[in-house]
Nanobody
């Protein structure tokens, strides 16, 4: 069984920083794209950032220049460094992996973490 487990959420002041981590566990051979999404109260879930297995990245316009996504393929872990946080960054942040190759007959598709709450408030 494959799981994604996020950590690192919490309360930050405007202008502050937080670092989210998401570790994949299970009999994993490799992971394709990994990304972070968020869902704020009353809003739809949106893509925050995505990173390919080769390290190519893409960001939502709202976080460009403030957030950095990275990954450690050896640890099957993706990170999101969030700087210059704003109150509008408050949301539940979800980790996602689109395709996980496992030591088994079939890959596992569309895997989500349980979410971690980020609150930006003074």
């Amino acid at each position: 069984q494959v799981q994604l487990v996020e950590s690192g959420g919490g309360l930050a002041q405007p202008g502050g920083s937080l670092r989210l981590s998401c570790a994949a566990s299970g009999s994993i051979f490799s992971i394709n794209d990994m990304g972070w999404y968020r869902k704020a109260p009353g809003k739809e879930r949106e893509l925050v950032a995505i990173i390919t297995s080769g390290g190519n990245t893409n960001y939502a316009d709202s976080v460009k220049g403030r957030f950095t996504i990275s990954r450690d393929n050896a640890k099957n872990t993706v990170y999101l460094q969030m700087n210059s946080l704003k109150p509008e960054d408050t949301a539940v942040y979800y980790c996602h992996a689109d395709r996980i190759r496992v030591y088994g007959p079939r890959p596992v598709l569309d895997v989500w973490g349980q979410g971690t709450l980020v609150t930006v408030s003074s």
